[in-house]
């Protein structure tokens, strides 16, 4: 069973550029999350999308966005970057969103630098 | 609003000694309790969970954690710590339909 795919990998940009994460579930994973890991703010989450809709937002700008397919697989976008959202970005899935939550399952991230 | 707590940046213990780490949370109902491990330039993998139920979970690894309501805490137990379990552990906490929140982390040093 394939797992949590991320890609790409290691991304560098340009103050002021844009750029789009991509991250394929596990097959069957409806639910997916999205986190910021930085050194100093630990992890951060951004958003979760379930079934194709936002089911929950975290406190960042309307800069990051993201959005989910019907096939499950998820994007973010980072508009306008700054150095500071230089970060790991997770992405993670799980079968079902709420109450009968089994944990995630995480992906081995984007390393996102921005210079 | 949820939230978790691990108060303990680093923690050192000698390979084949027992290791702890500590996990407190605070939420209004019962929540669901997580532990993740996160090994260098990886994602997190999900070690344990704690639902309902038997307040002694055992999880992947040889790891298991306690769930302790009146002090709102779920530490994170190994009875005899290996150097590979160095890592970088992360305690979260669901509650309902909301995100999950994770704790800064907890670097593990098992020093052999």
């Known amino acids: 069973k394939a797992g949590v795919t991320q890609t790409p990998r290691y991304l560098i940009k340009t103050r002021g550029q844009q750029v789009t994460l991509s991250c394929s579930p596990i097959?069957?994973?409806?639910?997916v999350s999205w986190y910021q890991q930085t050194p100093g703010q630990g992890l951060q989450f951004l958003f979760e999308y379930f079934s194709e809709t936002q089911r929950n937002k975290g406190n960042f700008p309307g800069r990051f966005s993201g959005r989910q397919f019907s096939n499950s697989r998820s994007e973010m976008n980072v508009s306008t970057l700054e150095l500071g959202d230089s970060a790991l970005y997770l992405c993670?899935?799980?079968?079902?969103?709420?109450?009968?939550?089994?944990?995630?399952?995480f992906g081995s991230g984007t390393r996102l630098t921005v210079v | 609003a949820q939230s978790v707590a691990q108060p303990e940046d680093q923690v050192n213990v000698a390979e084949g000694n027992p290791l702890t780490v500590k996990c407190t949370y605070s939420v209004s109902g019962n929540p669901y309790l997580f532990w993740y491990v996160q090994y260098p330039n990886r994602g997190l993998q999900f070690l344990l969970k704690y639902i309902t139920g038997d307040n002694l979970v055992k999880g992947s690894y040889g790891f298991e954690a306690e769930f302790n309501k009146s002090q709102t805490s779920f530490h994170l137990k190994k009875p005899s710590a290996l150097v590979s379990d160095s890592a970088l552990y992360f305690c979260a906490v669901k509650m309902g339909y909301q995100k999950v929140t994770f704790g800064t982390g907890t670097k593990l040093q098992v020093i052999p």
């Open positions: 097959s069957g994973h409806r639910s």
């Open positions: 993670a899935s799980s079968p079902l969103s709420g109450t009968q939550d089994v944990g995630y399952t």
